[in-house]
C-alpha cells in the first residue's frame, strides 16, 4: 500500500513555472515507477510523465517534452515535476501516480493515487 500526497499547485502566468511535489508514504516506494498524469474540465485523465523506480527511465506525453521534468528522491520518498514555459492548456487537476509493473506500463494507468493539486496558468 502507498500513501500519495501531492503539493505545489497554484496558479501561475502562461510562461512561468511550478513545481509539484508528491510525498509517498510506505517503506517500498523505491520499488515503484511513479508519475503524473492530469485531468482538465470535461476532458479525461491524461498521462503527464513517468519515471522508473531507479530514476533511470522517463517518459513524457509529446505537448510537454521540452518544457516538463520528471525526477525523484527515494531516500525522500518523494517524486516532482518541474513546469516550465506554462501554457493556459496545461490547466489542469494534477495527480501522483505509483505502479509496480514499471514506468511504460505506469502511461496507462496507476495503482495508487493521490487526491490531486489544481494547476491554473492564466494567458
Known amino acids: 500500500q502507498v500513501q500519495l500526497v501531492e503539493s505545489g499547485g497554484g496558479l501561475v502566468q502562461a510562461g512561468g513555472s511550478l513545481r509539484l511535489s508528491c510525498a509517498a508514504a510506505?517503506?517500498?516506494?523505491?520499488?515503484?515507477?511513479m508519475g503524473w498524469f492530469r485531468q482538465a474540465p470535461g476532458k479525461e485523465r491524461e498521462f503527464v510523465a513517468t519515471?522508473?523506480?531507479?530514476?533511470?527511465?522517463?517518459n513524457y506525453r509529446d505537448s510537454v517534452k521540452g518544457r516538463f521534468t520528471i525526477s525523484r528522491d527515494n531516500a525522500k520518498n518523494t517524486v516532482y515535476l518541474q513546469m516550465n514555459s506554462l501554457k493556459p492548456e496545461d490547466t489542469a487537476v494534477y495527480y501522483c501516480?505509483?505502479?509496480?509493473?514499471?514506468?511504460?506500463?505506469?502511461?496507462?494507468?496507476?495503482?495508487?493515487w493521490g487526491e490531486g493539486t489544481q494547476v491554473t496558468v492564466s494567458s
Open positions: 501516480a505509483a505502479g509496480r509493473r514499471g514506468s511504460v506500463a505506469l502511461t496507462k494507468n496507476g495503482e495508487y
Open positions: 510506505g517503506r517500498t516506494f523505491s520499488s515503484y515507477a
Open positions: 519515471i522508473s523506480w531507479s530514476g533511470d527511465n522517463t
